[in-house]
T-cell receptor, first 113, second 114 residues
Framework: GENVEQHSSTLSVQEGDSAVIKCTYS??????FPWYKQELGKGPQLIID?????GEKKDQRIAVTLNKTAKHFSLHITETQPEDSAVYFC????????????FGGGTRLMVKP | SQTIHQWPATLVQPVGSPLSLECTVE??????LYWYRQAAGRGLQLLFY??????ISSEVPQNLSASRPQDRQFILSSKKLLLSDSGFYLC????FGTGGNVLTFGAGSRLTVL
């Protein structure tokens, strides 16, 4: 089955700096890669996703890149703000195979003011 | 629009007591429904998922069970809670065939077993 690894369990940055969270996956058939943000005491919320037919997707200050050859994908947050502090989960799945996402272990991002 | 409701939000239960967490989805039909557990500071562990009424798949053998008595209702239960059942329980839904597995999570239920 699929295995998704998040490279860092914690990441600390200064406000205004950029943050990059990296994930790798094992199943080359995976073609859908969402990112979720979980604030303290709340459920995870989808913030951005990418499908394997594109290499990059951007939405304001956040972007996701995908390298299918190397089987890794990354979340990029620019001009970080204190409200970006949260736990971020990456995930992967095969889009047409029954909606089963495999999640990474999560990365706690701390943005220091 | 679709919404997902989960209750209770917080629960403190003694060891050996029963458990019932409920989840309902509005604004969609035939959703896939999921129960995840998140231990403190840990990742998301899939417990159960359901593709239809009465259809339950278990991912992790344990002290818990799930039921889906109606299309948009998903219940997580236990007859006798263990200390290790403490955690943050998340219900989620998705719709099959959208071309992507977009999971939408509820707000979660925090269970403390004492």
């Amino acid at each position: 089955g699929e295995n998704v690894e998040q490279h860092s369990s914690t990441l600390s940055v200064q406000e205004g700096d950029s943050a990059v969270i990296k994930c790798t996956y094992s199943d080359s058939a995976s073609n859908y890669f969402p990112w979720y943000k979980q604030e303290l005491g709340k459920g995870p919320q989808l913030i951005i996703d990418i499908r394997s037919n594109v290499g990059e997707k951007k939405d304001q200050r956040i972007a996701v890149t995908l390298n299918k050859t190397a089987k890794h994908f990354s979340l990029h947050i620019t001009e970080t703000q204190p409200e970006d502090s949260a736990v971020y989960f990456c995930a992967a799945s095969i889009g047409n195979a029954g909606n089963m996402l495999t999640f990474g272990g999560g990365t706690r991002l701390m943005v220091k003011p | 629009s679709q919404t997902i409701h989960q209750w209770p939000a917080t629960l403190v239960q003694p060891v050996g007591s029963p458990l019932s967490l409920e989840c309902t989805v509005e604004g969609t039909s035939n959703p896939n429904l999921y129960w995840y557990r998140q231990a403190a500071g840990r990742g998301l562990q899939l417990l159960f998922y359901s593709v239809g009424i009465g259809q339950i798949s278990s991912e992790v053998p344990q002290n818990l069970s799930a039921s889906r008595p109606q299309d948009r209702q998903f219940i997580l239960s236990s007859k006798k809670l263990l200390l290790s059942d403490s955690g943050f329980y998340l219900c989620a839904w998705s719709v099959f065939g959208t071309g992507g597995n977009v999971l939408t999570f509820g707000a979660g239920s925090r269970l403390t077993v004492l």
